[in-house]
């Protein structure tokens, strides 16, 4: 019997993979009318899912953004980990869903110049670990595949560190008590806590991220569309309106 061995059968896949898909070009999407963006649509107040509706800052954004561009968006939603390897397929054109620049993730994908800036900070129960000093010992619960997972792990002396699928899973086991805290993006932070009514509070800032959004890499047409769209939102008004309306403050990187 002529066996091909696993191992080869799957690096042939991938190898063919890699040859026949194409990310669309800038000239091939203005062409078709419509440009497909992805996001998570679980991350308030950055993106959301409810119901069928979408919103959030990055959602308003990519469509302010697309509209400038003479394009019509369609809109998909993935899984947060699951973003960057269907951009790699060419499912989507581009993805804004808060992904922090990394030198790692660089190395997948090309990201566009910064749409905000942020960080990754704690949330606890009134009593609760504040700094990354008393996160010693303690539980601590972060979305797997983020910024916030490599961050926490870095914390010297940091007990268990659980992962949830979702940002609002980690907030959950907080809230019911089964982790000390919960390290999350500093902005929903504000809000979580905002909602909760005195039963949480944030402690510190762990660390800082620039956030941008990623093209399939190699796909320089669209950067080069995106980052002109996005430099004309920040310089006549339209970016700060809506970073204001969400905020309350211009989140661009300073
Ligand atoms: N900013 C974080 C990261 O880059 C997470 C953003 C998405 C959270 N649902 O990993």
Request: aromatic content about 8%.
């Amino acid at each position: 019997m002529n066996v091909i061995p696993r191992a080869l059968l799957t690096l042939t896949a991938l190898t063919l993979l890699a040859t026949t898909a194409q990310a669309r070009t800038w000239d091939d999407i203005k062409k078709s009318g419509t440009i497909r963006i992805a996001t998570e649509g679980a991350f308030p107040p950055f993106n959301l899912l409810k119901g069928k509706e979408l919103t959030g800052f990055e959602v308003d954004l990519a469509n302010q953004l697309a509209k400038g561009l003479g394009l019509k968006v369609q809109w998909i939603t993935q899984p947060f980990d699951n973003l960057l390897i269907g951009l790699g397929q060419d499912r989507y054109d581009f993805v804004i869903a808060s992904h922090g620049i990394t030198p790692e993730r660089q190395k997948a994908v090309d990201f566009a110049s910064p749409h905000y800036c942020t960080g990754g900070a704690i949330v606890t129960k009134p009593g609760g670990p504040m700094t990354a000093a008393a996160l010693k010992g303690k539980s601590v619960a972060v979305q797997v595949g983020t910024t916030y997972l490599e961050n926490v792990q870095k914390v010297p002396g940091v007990g268990a560190v659980k992962t949830f699928p979702k940002d609002t899973d980690a907030q959950a086991a907080l809230m019911a008590g089964r982790v000390d805290a919960w390290v999350g993006d500093k902005f929903t932070g504000i809000d979580l806590v905002k909602a909760q009514k005195g039963k949480l509070v944030q402690g510190a800032l762990l660390f800082n991220e620039r956030i941008g959004m990623a093209v399939k890499k190699g796909n320089t047409t669209l950067l080069k569309e995106l980052n002109t769209a996005l430099a004309k939102s920040m310089s006549d008004g339209s970016y700060a309106k809506l970073s204001t309306s969400y905020f309350g403050q211009d989140v661009r990187c300073k």
